[in-house]
């Protein structure tokens, strides 16, 4: 059965940062992050984002701990794009 993405977005410095958390086990023990980057009204699930990202080598131990940690990478991400 596939999982429904649950996208959580932020603006930040005029973009809009996307982050879902992902299980990256059956029990929910572990979890990781994706993050996208988009021009404001993009669909964070359309191709037409921006920047993309997977996650880090880091296993979260929640959800709420996993989004937490991809807005940090999104907001690094736009960081990078506005230097």
Same mark, same amino acid.
């Given at each position: ?33 994706? /993050? ?30 996993? /989004? ?16």
């Amino acid at each position: 059965m596939k999982q429904e993405q649950d996208w959580h977005t932020e603006a930040y410095k005029g973009m809009e940062v996307h982050v879902t958390a992902l299980p990256k086990d059956e029990q929910g023990k572990a979890w990781d992050y994706s /993050v996208r980057v988009a021009y404001p009204g993009d669909d964070s699930t359309s191709e037409s984002e921006l920047t993309g990202e997977a996650g880090d080598e880091a296993d979260y131990p929640s959800a709420e701990a996993a /989004v937490e940690a991809g807005f940090m990478r999104g907001y690094s991400m736009v960081d990078a794009m506005f230097q």
